[in-house]
């Protein structure tokens, strides 16, 4: 029975792998495609539905298959009358999960 409904935000690099480890896993997945607002790089939002008992399980999947990345973003160097970028890592990567109780679920 469905009692969970996760929201995961993963980047696009990892989403594939971590799509196919969720179905190897039986849990079914819908995957949507967005954007970060932050940075603006694509991600893929991930949509499951599961028991409580298998919370535990998709966790799990998503540490083994989303990983964190440093990447370079161009910033203005505060106090210069000309545009001189600077170049600040900033890691991004893993996943972003929320989960919600579900009181009712239908199929029609």
Known sequence: ????LMFAVV??????QTV???NKAGLEV???????GFLGR?????II???REDYDKAIEIFRNN???RTEYIAT????SPFHLPLTTPVTVGGATIFTFPVEKYEQI
Do not use: P
């Open 42 to 46: 694509r991600n893929a939002t991930l």
């Open 11 to 16: 980047q696009i690099q990892d989403s594939d």
């Open 20 to 22: 196919e480890a969720l």
């Open 30 to 36: 819908t995957r949507i495609g967005s954007t970060g």
């Open 76 to 79: 203005r160097l505060e106090g």
């Open 49 to 51: 539905g599961l028991d």
């Open 1 to 4: 029975m469905i009692n969970l």
């Open 66 to 68: 989303c990983r964190r």
